[in-house]
Protein backbone atom coordinates (compact mmCIF):
# COMPACT_ATOMS: atom_id res chain seq x y z
CA UNK A 1 0.00 0.00 0.00
CA UNK A 2 1.43 3.44 -0.81
CA UNK A 3 1.37 5.34 2.02
CA UNK A 4 2.95 8.63 0.08
CA UNK A 5 0.94 11.66 -0.12
CA UNK A 6 1.93 11.57 -3.92
CA UNK A 7 2.23 8.56 -6.35
CA UNK A 8 5.51 7.20 -6.30
CA UNK A 9 7.87 8.30 -9.41
CA UNK A 10 8.85 6.16 -11.99
CA UNK A 11 12.36 4.63 -11.66
CA UNK A 12 14.96 6.84 -13.51
CA UNK A 13 15.72 6.25 -17.42
CA UNK A 14 19.67 5.28 -18.29
CA UNK A 15 20.19 6.96 -21.38
CA UNK A 16 22.64 8.03 -23.71
CA UNK A 17 22.39 11.60 -24.58
CA UNK A 18 24.18 13.99 -26.80
CA UNK A 19 27.27 16.16 -24.62
CA UNK A 20 24.86 18.23 -23.05
CA UNK A 21 26.26 21.24 -24.49
CA UNK A 22 24.69 19.70 -27.97
CA UNK A 23 21.33 19.52 -26.33
CA UNK A 24 19.34 22.75 -26.86
CA UNK A 25 18.73 22.68 -23.23
CA UNK A 26 19.80 25.15 -20.56
CA UNK A 27 22.58 22.74 -18.57
CA UNK A 28 23.53 23.74 -15.41
CA UNK A 29 26.83 22.98 -13.34
CA UNK A 30 26.08 21.80 -10.09
CA UNK A 31 29.47 21.22 -8.36
CA UNK A 32 29.59 18.60 -5.33
CA UNK A 33 31.91 19.14 -2.61
CA UNK A 34 32.40 15.96 -0.30
CA UNK A 35 32.12 17.99 2.86
CA UNK A 36 28.95 20.04 1.19
CA UNK A 37 25.66 18.74 2.55
CA UNK A 38 23.11 16.67 0.43
CA UNK A 39 21.31 19.35 -2.18
CA UNK A 40 17.85 19.13 -3.44
CA UNK A 41 16.81 18.93 -6.76
CA UNK A 42 12.89 19.27 -7.82
CA UNK A 43 10.91 18.99 -10.59
CA UNK A 44 7.46 19.29 -11.46
CA UNK A 45 5.33 17.22 -13.41
CA UNK A 46 5.37 17.40 -17.10
CA UNK A 47 9.02 18.10 -16.61
CA UNK A 48 12.00 15.84 -17.44
CA UNK A 49 15.30 15.48 -14.88
CA UNK A 50 18.13 15.08 -17.14
CA UNK A 51 21.32 14.37 -14.79
CA UNK A 52 25.52 14.07 -16.15
CA UNK A 53 27.98 13.45 -14.19
CA UNK A 54 31.18 15.53 -15.72
CA UNK A 55 33.47 14.22 -12.91
CA UNK A 56 33.97 12.28 -9.68
CA UNK A 57 31.32 9.86 -8.81
CA UNK A 58 27.75 11.72 -7.31
CA UNK A 59 25.09 9.56 -4.94
CA UNK A 60 21.38 10.11 -6.48
CA UNK A 61 18.37 8.85 -4.58
CA UNK A 62 14.52 9.69 -5.27
CA UNK A 63 12.42 10.21 -2.70
CA UNK A 64 9.26 8.05 -3.09
CA UNK A 65 12.06 5.03 -4.62
CA UNK A 66 14.04 2.43 -2.73
CA UNK A 67 16.89 2.58 -5.03
CA UNK A 68 19.99 4.60 -4.49
CA UNK A 69 22.25 5.54 -7.65
CA UNK A 70 25.96 5.75 -8.24
CA UNK A 71 27.17 7.78 -11.11
CA UNK A 72 30.25 8.06 -12.50
CA UNK A 73 32.00 10.58 -14.84
CA UNK A 74 30.10 9.92 -18.41
CA UNK A 75 27.33 8.17 -16.83
CA UNK A 76 23.40 9.72 -17.35
CA UNK A 77 20.08 9.35 -15.79
CA UNK A 78 16.48 11.41 -16.38
CA UNK A 79 14.06 11.08 -14.03
CA UNK A 80 10.09 12.20 -14.84
CA UNK A 81 8.62 14.46 -12.68
CA UNK A 82 7.04 15.45 -10.36
CA UNK A 83 10.28 14.29 -8.37
CA UNK A 84 12.72 15.82 -5.44
CA UNK A 85 16.08 14.18 -6.25
CA UNK A 86 18.73 14.44 -3.57
CA UNK A 87 22.35 14.36 -4.69
CA UNK A 88 26.00 14.44 -3.17
CA UNK A 89 29.46 13.90 -4.02
CA UNK A 90 30.09 9.85 -2.62
CA UNK A 91 33.65 9.45 -1.73
CA UNK A 92 36.37 12.41 -0.64
CA UNK A 93 36.58 13.92 -4.32
CA UNK A 94 34.90 16.31 -5.44
CA UNK A 95 32.05 15.98 -8.39
CA UNK A 96 30.14 18.35 -10.88
CA UNK A 97 26.81 17.03 -12.01
CA UNK A 98 25.35 18.65 -14.84
CA UNK A 99 21.45 19.07 -14.75
CA UNK A 100 18.80 20.42 -17.14
CA UNK A 101 14.79 20.86 -17.13
CA UNK A 102 13.33 19.74 -20.26
CA UNK A 103 9.40 21.02 -20.19
CA UNK A 104 7.17 19.04 -22.24
CA UNK A 105 4.85 20.84 -24.65
CA UNK A 106 1.73 19.47 -25.84
CA UNK A 107 2.21 17.14 -28.21
CA UNK A 108 6.31 17.29 -28.43
CA UNK A 109 8.43 14.49 -27.19
CA UNK A 110 11.19 14.04 -24.49
CA UNK A 111 14.61 14.95 -26.03
CA UNK A 112 15.80 11.57 -28.23
CA UNK A 113 17.16 9.12 -25.59
CA UNK A 114 18.59 5.52 -26.43
CA UNK A 115 19.58 3.28 -23.57
CA UNK A 116 23.06 3.64 -22.60
CA UNK A 117 26.10 0.65 -23.02
CA UNK A 118 27.58 1.28 -19.75
CA UNK A 119 26.31 -0.24 -16.54
CA UNK A 120 23.99 1.98 -13.62
CA UNK A 121 25.56 1.15 -10.83
CA UNK A 122 22.93 0.12 -7.53
CA UNK A 123 22.53 0.04 -4.44
CA UNK A 124 19.39 -0.47 -2.13
CA UNK A 125 18.66 2.60 0.56
Known amino acids: ???????????????????????????????????????????RAGETALLEVEQGRVWVTCDGLLEDYFLQAGQRLSFTGPVRLRVSAEGQRPALLNWALHRAQPGASRPAAVPATGGMQLRAA
Not at 11 to 22: F, H
Open 1 to 43: MNTLPTPCPRPPTTVQLPRPEALALRWNRQPLPPPQAVQTLEF
